[in-house]
């Protein structure tokens, strides 16, 4: 019986992936929740337009009922084409130890509808279950604990706590990456990157913009994960490879001292993606939405 549920299910998970095509024609990376509390939650998306472009606003409604007719909140949202068509919004007024349903939209085009779930009331003796994770790198690598998440415990986790690694800088690290792998990722903005590596085997670290935001675009685009953003909020918290590899402040460390490696920019380029494409409550406006500025950047961004 254990083996027809899990072969149940994982047609179901199949399935959930066929259905995503045309929402992710639009929202190409779904949806994402995270940082819950009593009273609110933090939902994400990234909204494009066929053309490549992102849309001038999206409408936001959250539900009480996974077939949204039950809409309890209702909010359009400017989208700043500064972000890269990324939308983070903190939803307030929110009832404790909840689940809530979720779908932005935009010109007639939905994404996927996102599950999650608000925290118990502080002081509460709510039991509460969450999975602990942390270093999914993406190159050469499959999210099979993720897989297992889904199949399993799809109704008995509240939460996920993420310690980090999130991304990894680098695409072909020889001591730990298969660049050759399907599971690759070559950056478009090779200018901008780190070469590492020989000239002969040359492998790259991110440092620009454009490159933080090209590997959380990749590692989002794996359905797994999507689906794991799409039933869960996320606690997250960054670690080193979120910038660079036992990096410390903004040198990293990959001359083991040769060099001298401090680069602010390449720090604040590498936080400014982790705000804009991780669902946490932080770099957001008074009115809750995405707000990035320096405040939020290295040397002001701060963790113990």
């Not at 019986?1 to 299910?9: I, K, Q, V, Y």
């Not at 939905?110 to 509460?124: E, F, K, L, W, Y």
């Not at 270093?135 to 996920?160: P, S, T, V």
Request: charge should be negative; glycine fraction near 6%; include cysteine.
């Amino acid at each position: 019986m254990r083996g027809f549920l899990r072969t149940a299910g994982l047609f179901v998970l199949v399935c959930a992936v066929a259905g995503t095509a045309v929402a992710n024609d639009y929202f190409p990376q779904s949806v994402a929740s995270g940082d819950p509390t009593a009273s609110s939650v933090v939902l994400w998306t990234r909204a494009v337009t066929p053309d490549g472009g992102v849309p001038t606003r999206v409408d936001l409604a959250v539900a009480t009922d996974e077939a949204m007719t039950n809409v309890v909140v209702s909010r359009p949202i400017d989208v700043d084409a500064e972000y890269d068509g990324v939308v983070k919004v903190k939803v307030d007024g929110l009832m404790p130890y909840t689940d809530y349903f979720y779908q932005f939209s935009f010109g007639g085009n939905s994404s996927q509808i996102g599950r999650t779930r608000t925290a118990p009331n502080p002081g509460s003796d709510q039991p509460v279950r969450f999975a602990v994770v942390y270093c999914q790198d993406y190159i050469g690598r499959y999210y099979n604990a993720y897989l297992k998440m889904l199949l399993d415990h799809d109704e008995d986790i509240d939460f996920i706590v993420h310690l980090g690694d999130y991304i990894y800088e680098t695409t072909g690290d020889p001591q730990f990456q298969d660049g050759e792998s399907e599971r690759s990722i070559d950056f478009d903005d090779k200018e901008g990157a780190i070469q590492l590596g020989t000239e002969e085997n040359p492998n790259y670290a991110a440092a620009s913009l454009s490159n933080y935001r090209q590997l959380y675009r990749e590692y989002r685009s794996d359905p797994v994960l999507q689906q794991v953003h799409e039933r869960w909020p996320m606690v997250v918290i960054w670690d080193d490879h979120e910038y660079s590899n036992d990096y410390w402040g903004a040198t990293s460390t990959y001359s083991n001292g040769r060099l001298d490696e401090y680069d602010v920019e390449r720090k604040q380029d590498s936080e400014r993606a982790f705000f804009e494409w991780v669902p946490i409550d932080a770099a957001l406006s008074e009115d809750g939405v995405l707000d990035i500025d320096a405040a939020d950047l290295y040397p002001n961004s701060l963790i113990y």
